[in-house]
C-alpha cells in the first residue's frame, strides 16, 4: 500500500484546509495531496459538500438507520449530547449495520473496492463526515472495512505471484 486511508470531521478538515481564503468556496487547486471525501448520505446544507473533494452518498449510513437513530439519540434525557450520541450509536448497532451494508450493498461494495484500489495506487485519501470526536461515528468502520479489502487484495496478489515461482 503506497497511499494511506484516514478520517476526520468537516470540522477538521475545514481547519485543515484554510489556508487564508475568504470562503469554503475559494479552494481551487490546493498543496494538499490529500484527496477528501464525504461518506454521508444526507448531507443537506452542512457544508461538508463545500469542504471535500468528491462525495459518495453509498458510503453514508442508510437512511433508514440513521432514522432509527436520531429518534432515539433524541429520545434519551441527558445533558450531554456526546453521550446522547454514542448511547444511541451503541444501542442501534451502527457499526453492525453499516458493515452489513457496505459489504452487501452493491454500489457501496463497488465504491470500497474503488477506494482501497485508489489507495493502492499511492492515493491519500481521507474519509469525512460530521462527527467530531468523542463522538462515535461510521467512517472509523468504513476506514477498517478499506484497509481489509486492501489487505485481501494484497494477499491474493502475494498468493497468485507465489504458484509462478
Known sequence: MNGSIETASVSQVEKERDHGQSSLFDYGESDDPK???AVVSEPNDTGILDATDEWF??????T???NEFRKLRNAYNSQDPVECHNKAYDKCNLNGSFESHALCDDEARSRVQQIAERVESGEEIVLVCFEKEPKKCHRHKLQEIIENEIESSTE???SSFAQYA
Not at 57 to 62: K, W
Request: hydrophobic share 25%; proline share 13%; charged share 25%.
Open 35 to 37: 484527496t477528501y471525501i
Open 57 to 62: 452518498p453509498e458510503l453514508g449510513m442508510p
Open 64 to 66: 433508514r438507520k440513521l
Open 156 to 158: 491474493e496478489q502475494t
